[in-house]
């Protein structure tokens, strides 16, 4: 059998677990932790969590959206741009003087770079 890789970990855990509560949630984690245990695999941990975690947002529709501007963003910003990625957004705002200015937005492999920087790196490709 191919060694499992964090991504498949995480969505057996999810698959697993989903719908589950108490002592059947209790079973099926303990399950879970034994094969873990059993393949040598405890030490990936961390990133089974966080393979989880996504698989988990996707399967309910959750969009991760990480927006950096160069200064502190309005509020008023964000929400305008959360928008644009729909209902179900979790944003997480950073800022980055290397932009110059504007905004890059970034939703899985979606970037939307309205940044100073690219505006000016395009500018250099044309001329």
């Known amino acids: 059998m191919p ?3 964090p991504e498949q970990l995480g969505k057996i855990l999810y698959e697993v677990t989903e719908g589950k509560s108490g002592k ?4 099926a984690t303990k399950e879970f932790m034994h094969l873990l245990q059993e393949k040598q695999l405890i030490s990936k941990m961390p990133y089974i969590i ?3 975690d996504r698989y988990s947002k996707k399967q309910q529709g959750i969009v991760d959206l ?3 501007t160069a200064r502190k963003a309005p509020k008023q910003l964000v929400s305008q741009i ?4 729909g209902d179900k957004v979790e944003t997480t705002v950073a800022e980055d003087s290397a932009i110059i200015g504007g905004v890059v937005a970034q939703a899985g492999n979606k970037i939307l770079d309205a940044s100073v920087k ?5 500018m ?4």
């Open 3 to 5: 060694a499992l890789i």
């Open 24 to 27: 059947e949630l209790d079973a």
């Open 50 to 52: 966080e393979a989880f």
């Open 66 to 68: 990480k927006i950096t």
């Open 82 to 85: 959360e928008k644009i990625f």
């Open 118 to 122: 690219a505006q000016l790196s395009r």
């Open 124 to 127: 250099k490709h044309t001329l």
